[in-house]
C-alpha cells in the first residue's frame, strides 16, 4: 500500500475532523447527519482528485459512490441503533463520520496513485473499516490524548516500517 503524502494525509484528517464535527451537531435530528456527510465526501473526493492532478472524468466514481452511500447506509443503522442514546450516539455518529472519511482517503489515494484499476469496494470493507476506526479511536483515546492520536508523526510511526 503506498504511503500517502504529507499534503494528502492533512486533507484526510481535516475533512475527516469536519465530517466528524458536522456529523455531531447534526446527530439529534436522525438521518440528517448521513445525508450532510454526503456532499462534504463528493467534495473531499473532488478536492483530493485535483490535488493529484487528476482529471475529475478519472476518479472512479462508482465505487466512490459505493463507499459514500454505503457508507451512509452503514452510519444510519448505528443511528437507529445507538441514535437515541444522547452520548453513546452523538461520539458513534462522529467517530463513524471520521472513519468513513478515512477509508474514502486512503481509497481515493490508492486508486488515484496506481496506474491498475482501482480496487473493489464491499460492504464488508466499508464495515471493517468504520469498526476498525472505531476501535482504534477507543485504544488511542484510551491510551493518548486525542490531539496526539492525529498527528502526522503518529500516524507516520503506525504506518512507516
Same mark, same amino acid.
Given at each position: 500500500?503506498?504511503?500517502?503524502?504529507?499534503?494528502?494525509?492533512?486533507? +484526510?484528517?481535516?475533512?475527516?475532523?469536519?465530517?466528524?464535527? *458536522?456529523?455531531?451537531?447534526?446527530?439529534?435530528?436522525?438521518?440528517?447527519?448521513?445525508?450532510?456527510?454526503?456532499?462534504?465526501?463528493?467534495?473531499?473526493?473532488?478536492?483530493?482528485?485535483?490535488?493529484? %492532478?487528476?482529471?475529475?472524468?478519472?476518479?472512479?466514481?462508482?465505487? *466512490?459512490?459505493?463507499?459514500?452511500?454505503?457508507?451512509?447506509?452503514?452510519? !444510519?443503522?448505528?443511528?437507529?441503533?445507538?441514535? !437515541?442514546?444522547?452520548?453513546? %450516539?452523538?461520539? +458513534?455518529? %462522529?467517530?463513524?463520520?471520521?472513519?468513513? +472519511?478515512? !477509508?474514502?482517503?486512503?481509497?481515493?489515494?490508492?486508486? $488515484?496513485?496506481?496506474?491498475?484499476?482501482?480496487?473493489?469496494?464491499?460492504?464488508?470493507?466499508?464495515?471493517?473499516?468504520?469498526?476498525?476506526?472505531?476501535?482504534?479511536?477507543?485504544?488511542?483515546?484510551?491510551?493518548?490524548?486525542?490531539?496526539?492520536?492525529?498527528? $502526522?508523526?503518529?500516524?507516520?510511526?503506525? *504506518?512507516?516500517?
Amino acid at each position: 500500500m503506498a504511503l500517502m503524502t504529507p499534503e494528502i494525509h492533512h486533507l +484526510t484528517r481535516r475533512y475527516a475532523m469536519l465530517s466528524a464535527a *458536522v456529523s455531531v451537531i447534526t446527530h439529534p435530528v436522525p438521518g440528517v447527519d448521513e445525508l450532510v456527510i454526503v456532499p462534504i465526501h463528493y467534495c473531499f473526493s473532488i478536492r483530493m482528485a485535483k490535488m493529484q %492532478g487528476v482529471e475529475i472524468w478519472d476518479v472512479p466514481w462508482r465505487r *466512490v459512490h459505493k463507499i459514500v452511500w454505503g457508507g451512509a447506509l452503514l452510519r !444510519f443503522g448505528s443511528d437507529i441503533a445507538l441514535g !437515541f442514546v444522547p452520548i453513546a %450516539g452523538a461520539v +458513534t455518529h %462522529g467517530l463513524t463520520a471520521a472513519a468513513l +472519511t478515512r !477509508f474514502l482517503g486512503h481509497y481515493l489515494y490508492r486508486a $488515484l496513485t496506481q496506474e491498475e484499476p482501482a480496487p473493489p469496494v464491499t460492504m464488508r470493507a466499508i464495515k471493517e473499516s468504520i469498526q476498525q476506526g472505531i476501535t482504534s479511536a477507543k485504544s488511542s483515546l484510551a491510551s493518548r490524548s486525542w490531539r496526539e492520536s492525529w498527528s $502526522l508523526a503518529s500516524w507516520r510511526a503506525r *504506518v512507516v516500517p
